[in-house]
């Protein structure tokens, strides 16, 4: 069994490097983690894509680092969840998948997570949540469904911008977070974990949780790696580098980042310190070239993997 580790000054790192938010705010889970109680965290990750890239890596991490504070990660695959198609951040209806398609995707999830998560003898859980959506009854998700409003969904911003285009939005779409949040439900967990872009999906689990069980689940939101305009780098966008890259081509994609993604990319993508990363940013800001920054950015996230 590991031990909890409650030295303040790691857990005071865990809880703000690459970190956008905690809810309901740091001092609860600050608390939770000095009191050596063992907690449980989950990320949720959905196989909609044969591999999974460096943004992926930012929240698994995280977890990881969760992990060797001596408490239970849980990395959940979506089976279920990708087949309905999460409509965060997408101007239009994410196209269906089949479960073949999706259990296809996700063949090397676990290999490629090992970098970060031990999954031997005691340590992280792999779940599907084809386990217990798969078999909710109509009754059951009716019930599920009474705990959410019409307003509380169309408030979404990527559901405004969809109606002011005039496109339109499905009702599976609408059963996504009700879906996601269900999951916090079925495993009973303490917390979940995920990239800002899942916060509403995340609070919804939240709200499930308190209402049915009583409890109180915190969430960890990490940042996004975006580049310098403010998209998030990933496959859509074809900038992101997939773990399925050999070395040279990481290396290379890494070098082809804009000097603006830098400093973020050394804070959620490297395990060099903060304090380092401070200095690095401060010889940035005084003109000093960033080839050589970049190079050490490129063979840091190289070596990781």
Known sequence: MSKIITDEKVIEEFLTRGVENIYPNKEFLKKQLLSGKKLTMYLGIDPTGPTLHLGHMIPIKKLGEFQKL????ILLIGDFTAMIGDPTDKSATRKQLTRKQVLNNCKLYKRQISTFLNFGFGGADLKYNS???GRLSFEKLL??????????????????????NGKDIYINEFMYPLMQGYD???MDVDGEIGGNDQTFNMLVGRDLLKKIKNKEKFVMTVKLLADSTGKKMGKTEGNMASLTDDNNEMFGKVMSWTDGVMISAFELCTNVPMEEIKKIEKDLQEGINPKDFKLKLAYEIVRIY
Do not use: C, P
């Open 143 to 164: 019930e599920l469904s009474s705990y959410l409003t019409h307003s509380q969904m169309i408030k979404r911003s990527m559901f405004q911008d969809r109606i002011n």
């Open 184 to 186: 916090s439900v079925a």
């Open 131 to 133: 386990k217990w959506l």
């Open 70 to 73: 001596g408490h239970k990660a």
